[in-house]
């Protein structure tokens, strides 16, 4: 009996070639990250910064002209990352990021000013225990999730439909009926997002301009993923002063 020939035969070049694409993908992955990490951070110092200067929380928050005109600089940033990244230069592209999440810092202050500080940190652990989990979740499963990805965009514009009409409405059942639905988006918007982000990497493109714009496109959505999060988590679990 030929021995040799009596087990399967592995073809090393798929498994091979297998790893090197697994490989890829985590490396992508951290750099999506990374950006994501950064642009969390620049958020965080200058919205604890400003909530610390009297004079500058005044001007924004009691300038409707100012407040608003930041909200539609925000917009506009995602809009053109979103619709434009990968025709812009990287450089470009990181100096709209970041600029976005600084300003999204200057507007988000005012959780300091509604919650306490303790609240607000235990909202952030929890946040990021969960988005960490569900990320993985998200890179790791063989599950196809782009199935959930209509039904949970579907749910996200009924809740800021909703959200806006409890603006005039100040009704206290819709206000807990879409923050814990709200929770219950982004949690699977973070793994739905982040299999997402794999997907589209282009393999063999590392070091490039395009591998570096991806990156930044694919942080911005967890980003957002990660701040409406911890913003549905503070308003579930936050104590206000």
């Known amino acids: 009996m030929d ?13 091979n070639t297998r790893s090197a694409a697994q490989a890829e993908q985590a490396r992508f992955l951290l750099k ?16 604890y910064a400003t909530a610390n200067v009297p004079a500058l929380t005044q001007l924004i928050f009691d300038n409707s002209f100012l407040f ?9 940033m995602v809009g053109a990352l979103a619709g434009w990244v990968m025709k ?4 470009t592209a990181a100096m709209v990021f970041f ?7 200057l507007t988000l202050s005012f959780i300091f000013m509604v919650y306490t500080k303790s609240s607000i940190a235990t909202a952030f652990v929890v946040t990021a225990g969960t988005f960490g989990a569900m990320s993985l979740y998200g890179a790791t499963t063989k599950k196809d999730l782009s199935g ?22 100040k009704s206290p059942v819709i206000h807990w009926v879409t923050s814990y639905l709200g929770v219950l988006i982004f949690v699977g918007l973070t793994a739905y997002d ?27 959505t967890l980003y957002l993923d990660f701040i409406n999060l911890f913003l549905m988590l503070l308003r579930v679990m936050g104590d206000r002063r």
Do not use: C, H
């Open 99 to 105: 600029g976005y999440a600084l300003l999204n810092g």
């Open 32 to 47: 999506v990250y990374n950006w994501m990490t950064g642009g969390l951070l620049a958020t965080g110092i200058v919205a």
């Open 194 to 220: 982040t299999q997402k982000i794999l997907k589209m990497n282009i393999l063999g493109n590392e070091g490039t301009e395009e591998d570096t714009k991806e990156a930044i496109r694919g942080a911005l």
């Open 88 to 91: 812009m230069r990287a450089r």
């Open 68 to 76: 608003f005109g930041l909200i539609i600089a925000e917009l506009a």
């Open 3 to 15: 021995m040799q020939n009596s087990f399967p035969k592995i073809d090393g070049a798929k498994v």
């Open 148 to 169: 959930m990805g209509s039904f949970l965009t579907m749910g996200l514009f009924g809740i800021i439909i909703a959200s806006v009409a409890n603006i005039f409405l």
